[in-house]
């Protein structure tokens, strides 16, 4: 086991030393409210509620001038790909080019007309495979508030990420919504007025699923034009399709095939001055694993020195910004290929970047 986990540390060293996310903006600095006292709260079916009904039971009216309506169908469409393994990336109620990909790849894989439109036939054939609610409830618990936290950090400050012990959640809300797959401001808006530091409070939250595939992954196809990645098994059957970050024109991608060369779940970072172009330190800085870890929770390494597929501490930039050549996705979506890929499995990048930066 030492050599193992020594070896997964070699590899996130070497890797990342020329492979990395821009860090996203982070929010102004906060003071992290103290966990909330253990006391009994009186649980409330928040996905019950009249909210909750109408987006577990949401049409798609064409004719439908309501926002609201059209957002609860949104957020039922979106939980329902992210469950079939077509994800939209994070669940946000929004229309946009990630939820046009998984709709398209879905269409594709079930002989519908591929339009990328978000219909009411869509709807049914989301249904159909899977009529379960997609709001639940979920009450927060003590480890939930006990974290633990750590501070915003402003963009690009590689020595302040170095001095923290763990690139951890920032708060209640983050964690919560990376574990549902959720953006933290629909998580917020369909709670309103809740406290999310209080023990034993109910909130609604989307009925995400397991992060497992049906499947071992024996062939990842990574889609540069589109901002894609597709999961095979040995047999050719595709197993999931997520959106992706994948390189610039300015850095790009590699091209061809490569395999998998190992898995290393919660890598550290290392910031190396003399190989990259970008941030202002001037020695060699480890900064620790952890969600806000710069490849967030999840490296899998590629025979192609120093790229990799890995998580990310923004997920709703994925597919929306360029990354330094490697290929980035939400944690949630790289924790579920990571758990699923044979070592050795294939990995062919195809097309040209379309994204600048």
């Known amino acids: 086991m030492t050599g193992l986990v020594s070896r997964f540390a070699l590899v996130a060293v070497l890797s990342l030393s020329a492979c990395d996310n821009k860090p996203p903006a982070n929010p102004a600095n906060t003071v992290q409210k103290a966990p909330g006292p253990v006391v009994a709260v009186p649980p409330v079916s928040a ?30 469409v979106q939980t329902l790909l992210d469950r079939a393994h077509f994800s939209p990336g994070v669940i946000d109620g929004r229309d946009g080019g990630n939820l046009t990909l998984a709709i398209r790849a879905f269409q594709k894989a079930h002989d519908m007309t591929v339009d990328g439109e978000v219909g009411q036939p869509l709807l049914d054939a ?8 997609v709001l639940v409830d979920y009450t927060i618990t003590q480890s939930d508030v006990a974290g633990p936290f750590m501070p915003p950090i402003p ?16 708060d209640v809300v983050e964690m919560l919504a990376e574990r549902f797959h959720m953006d933290e401001a629909l998580l917020r808006a369909l709670n309103l007025g809740v406290d999310f530091n209080q023990v034993g409070a109910a909130i609604a939250v989307t009925a995400s699923g397991p992060d497992t595939l049906a499947a071992k992954v024996d062939r990842i196809e990574i889609d540069k034009t589109l901002g ?3 999961a095979f098994d040995q047999s050719g059957a595709q197993l ?47 900064i620790q694993a952890g969600p806000n870890n710069p490849v967030g ?58 994204r600048t930066g």
């Open 47 to 76: 996905a019950s509620s009249a909210l909750g009904q109408a987006i577990n039971a949401a049409a798609l009216d064409p004719t439908a001038t309501d926002p609201q309506a059209r957002r609860n169908a949104l957020i039922r």
């Open 155 to 170: 963009k690009g400050d590689y020595e302040a990420m170095a001095r923290e012990p763990a690139m951890n959640y920032h």
């Open 240 to 286: 999931a399709v997520y959106p992706a970050t994948v390189g610039s024109t300015e850095r790009p991608a590699p091209s061809g095939e490569w395999a998998v060369r190992t898995l290393a779940p919660r890598p550290t970072y290392t910031y190396d001055p003399s190989r990259l172009t970008f941030g202002k330190p001037k020695s060699k800085l480890t």
């Open 297 to 354: 929770s999840t490296w899998i390494d590629l025979t192609k020195d120093t790229y990799g597929i890995h998580g990310t501490p923004d997920p709703k930039l994925v597919n929306k910004r360029a990354s330094h050549g490697c290929v980035r996705l939400t944690n949630w979506d790289a924790v579920e290929l990571g758990s699923a890929v044979n070592k050795g499995a294939k990995v062919v990048f195809m097309g040209a970047e379309a």
């Open 228 to 230: 894609q990645v597709r």
């Open 126 to 133: 989301l249904i159909t495979a899977d009529s379960g609610p």
